[in-house]
């Protein structure tokens, strides 16, 4: 029986999926890209990157409930944009109520929402490791949240956004998300200025076990972040799963036999940015094309990402001088892109209207040409490539002028004393006691007062000192 707490529109089944799939893709940031990030970077840079992830997702959370939500979601202000609010703390009025989809509440969406711009600032940060200042950072959340992902977010996905009243295809994000994050990371990291030209020579993983560990949770959160996007627990979430584990194990394997002809050895960081690439390309098409769609999206995951990493970033002037730490561009917003045109062309009628209803709009350019349709096709096309330049441009144009606010405020980039040494000049913390009773390098060989009172204030040699 309906009751205040169970009304009638609420379906406990899809409630309860949503919320797990939102808690899936929380997991992939924390603590997915927070270890990954920690153990795929330099020793010195691993305290500073996994804590530019646990930042950003800790001040998305705080954004997103005050404004963030409304602006994304909420009723339209412009056509790009929703008008803020503070309904998202209203938790006995607007957030117990129905939400704008699914049959639950809108807190349920603020939340699943909320993941998914948690991680596109973390992605960001993947192109910014080993150089950008923290303060920095402190402030560029907020800032390119506020007037960028809202903008993408509106604008593909809200029902009142312009590109999804032209009919753009975007499943899970592929657009809103994925090239949003290669763009705007890039575009950060030219601002930014590069690493130390030591720390760009060599940058090995400090852990390469505990980045394995990361890019399986971001892997098996996936679940939740493509397989939540129908919102709902019905037939076409479960499509969704399939043919997202589907392409990412193709691709994976793809840029692993590369790697292994290429350069004659396969390679564990090159498996992950294989299942990266397949992971991202899937996203704009998870429940809309057959299984064997999803393969050959795989394949071409797996294989046009790593061109563009491995050889043409190498003969490339523009790409050679942005230095972007973890190839975010080429891992998210190629495969973004690539995986938003695919699914122009592999949408399959049937599966479009389990997503999209009955708009006989949303079709595959192939499954087009076969019905007699080649118009409909060629403008679902049309639809997007518009949505990838618009994606694009508005990411090059506000994260440029965020970059360029913040550096008024604070450098953007750390002090050369700060590059030198990295996490122990930033945060005085080092991932690793290599000396014991916690002690760093340079507390060892220093003996100053300053590097004891930064010691394990539990340890007995701190407490001789006091």
């Known amino acids: 029986m309906a009751t205040e707490a169970a009304p009638e529109w609420l379906v406990k089944g899809d409630n309860a999926w949503q919320l797990a799939a939102a808690t899936l893709v929380g997991l992939q940031s924390v603590p997915g890209l927070v270890i990954l990030y920690g153990g795929i970077v330099k020793k010195k840079w691993a305290v500073n990157s996994a804590f530019m992830a646990l930042y950003a997702f800790a001040a998305t959370m705080v954004c997103w409930c005050l404004w963030g939500f409304r602006m994304s979601f909420g009723d339209r202000m412009l056509p790009f944009v929703g008008r803020p609010d503070f309904s998202g703390l209203d938790a006995a009025g607007f957030l117990s109520a129905q939400g704008f989809a699914g049959a639950y509440p809108a807190a349920t969406l603020l939340f699943f929402q909320f993941v998914f711009a948690a991680i596109t600032l973390i992605l960001v940060a993947g192109s910014l490791l080993g150089r950008m200042n923290f303060k ?234 076969r019905g007699d349709r080649a118009h409909a096709g060629l403008r679902q096309m049309a639809v997007q490539l518009a949505g990838i330049t618009f994606i694009v441009v508005l990411n090059v144009v506000v994260t440029s002028v965020v970059c360029l606010l913040v550096g008024l405020a604070v450098p953007l980039r750390l002090s050369e004393e700060q590059l030198a040494t990295g996490d122990d000049a930033i945060h005085g913390e080092d991932a690793y006691a290599v000396w014991g009773d916690g002690e760093t390098y340079e507390q060892s060989v220093h003996g100053s007062r300053r590097y004891q009172m930064t010691a394990n204030p539990m340890s007995s040699k701190v407490d001789d000192i006091i």
């Not at 030209?197 to 892997?219: H, Q, Y």
């Not at 394949?299 to 050679?320: E, N």
């Open 136 to 369: 920095a950072w402190m402030l560029f959340v907020p800032l390119w949240l506020t007037f960028s992902y809202t903008v993408g977010a509106f604008s593909v996905w809200s029902p009142n956004g312009f590109l999804f009243k032209a009919g753009v295809m975007d499943f899970a994000g592929g657009f809103v998300i994925h090239l949003s994050s290669g763009v705007a990371g890039f575009t950060a990291a030219f601002w930014v200025g590069p690493r130390t030209a030591k720390d760009r020579e060599a940058f090995p993983p400090n852990n390469i076990l505990l980045t394995l560990v990361g890019a399986g949770l971001l892997w098996m959160g996936w679940t939740g972040f493509n397989g939540g996007a129908p919102y709902a627990a019905n037939i076409d979430a479960s499509v969704a799963v399939v043919n997202t584990h589907l392409c990412t194990a193709t691709s994976l394997l793809v840029w692993l036999i590369l790697d292994t002809f290429v350069f004659g050895r396969p390679s564990a960081i090159g498996a992950v940015n294989g299942m990266i690439t397949g992971l991202v390309c899937i996203t704009p098409a998870a429940g809309l094309v057959q299984g064997w769609a999803a393969m050959l999206m795989g394949l071409l995951s797996g294989s046009v990402p790593w061109f563009t990493m491995m050889v043409l970033h190498k003969r490339s002037r523009i790409l050679k001088h942005v230095d972007d730490t973890l190839a975010i561009l080429h891992t998210h917003g190629v495969a973004g892109s690539l995986g938003g045109i695919l699914t122009g062309i592999l949408a399959e009628p049937r599966l479009c209207r389990l997503f999209f209803g009955d708009d006989p709009r949303y079709v595959g350019l192939a499954y087009a040409i």
